[in-house]
């Protein structure tokens, strides 16, 4: 590093109004006794999965994981006797940002629960690599845990029933897991619509012919930053 960048950095250093307040980022696992989501105000963990283009050509993907107890009574019938403690990933829009753990718990909550900010569906072989139902917070990260090292993103994106043609060998045959809604609720309408022009631009990526399809991925990014 040039002497430049590094006045640069010292001045960034010795300035507290230029501090960057995410400690999440910082962090990447943060756990609170008291949570803001969790039933009871029970334990709550949030982990920080992915932020960055994970596939070439696709859009960013945030992904988070989340642990957190639920109401017993509103677990689903089929769901009965498996616990209320739930592990889970998720595909926020929003980032929660926060210089403190309230802050970022709040934000999570804000996110996905408030304002519904979240990709309701979420790609993959077996419901456990994206939900579970556990009878301890102990059982629910060690289901985080494992969730987190089968992480794909290339399965995890979002996929129509009429991309069968251009989905590799080796995903086909997944399912969508639309269990996210049973915690937060629904999503936002216009984060659905969102989603859909992201699914209409990975399909023209992948079913492109020669140069033009950069043309078309280019429109329907355009298309997204509009509707947003």
Same mark, same amino acid.
């Given at each position: 590093?040039?002497?430049?960048?590094?006045?640069?950095?010292?001045?960034?250093?010795?300035?507290?109004?230029?501090?960057?307040?995410?400690?999440?980022?910082?962090?990447?696992?943060?756990?609170?006794?008291?949570?803001?989501?969790?039933?009871?105000?029970?334990?709550?963990?949030?982990?920080?999965?992915?932020?960055?283009? &994970?596939?070439?050509?696709?859009?960013?993907? &945030?992904? &988070?994981?989340?642990?957190?107890?639920?109401?017993?009574?509103?677990?689903?019938?089929?769901?009965?006797?498996?616990?209320?403690?739930?592990?889970?990933?998720?595909?926020?829009?929003?980032?929660?940002?926060?210089?403190?753990?309230?802050?970022?718990?709040?934000?999570?909550?804000?996110?996905?629960?408030?304002?519904?900010?979240?990709?309701?569906?979420?790609?993959?072989?077996?419901?456990?690599?994206?939900?579970?139902?556990?009878?301890?917070?102990?059982?629910?990260?060690?289901?985080?845990?494992?969730?987190?090292?089968?992480?794909?993103?290339?399965?995890? /994106?979002?996929?129509?029933?009429?991309?069968?043609?251009?989905?590799?060998?080796?995903?086909?045959?997944?399912?969508?897991?639309?269990?996210?809604?049973?915690?937060?609720?629904?999503?936002? &309408?216009?984060?659905?619509?969102?989603?859909?022009?992201?699914?209409? /631009?990975?399909?023209?990526?992948?079913?492109?012919?020669?140069?033009?399809?950069?043309?078309?991925?280019?429109?329907?990014?355009?298309?997204?930053?509009?509707? /947003?």
């Amino acid at each position: 590093m040039d002497h430049l960048s590094k006045n640069i950095l010292a001045a960034l250093a010795a300035n507290r109004d230029c501090g960057i307040h995410d400690l999440l980022r910082e962090k990447r696992v943060l756990m609170t006794r008291r949570g803001v989501m969790s039933y009871g105000n029970d334990r709550e963990l949030v982990a920080l999965v992915a932020d960055a283009i &994970l596939v070439p050509g696709w859009p960013s993907s &945030l992904w &988070l994981g989340h642990v957190l107890r639920v109401d017993p009574a509103g677990i689903l019938p089929a769901g009965r006797g498996r616990g209320e403690w739930v592990a889970l990933l998720v595909q926020p829009s929003v980032y929660p940002r926060g210089s403190t753990e309230q802050e970022v718990f709040e934000a999570v909550m804000d996110i996905l629960q408030f304002r519904g900010q979240y990709d309701p569906c979420c790609y993959c072989f077996q419901q456990e690599d994206v939900f579970q139902l556990c009878h301890t917070f102990e059982e629910a990260c060690a289901a985080l845990t494992g969730m987190i090292k089968r992480f794909d993103p290339v399965l995890m /994106g979002d996929y129509a029933p009429e991309d069968r043609d251009y989905i590799p060998p080796q995903y086909r045959g997944m399912k969508c897991s639309m269990h996210a809604m049973d915690v937060y609720g629904l999503p936002c &309408l216009e984060e659905v619509k969102k989603a859909d022009v992201e699914i209409a /631009g990975r399909r023209a990526l992948h079913m492109a012919k020669g140069e033009g399809w950069i043309d078309e991925v280019r429109r329907l990014q355009a298309l997204a930053e509009e509707s /947003g």
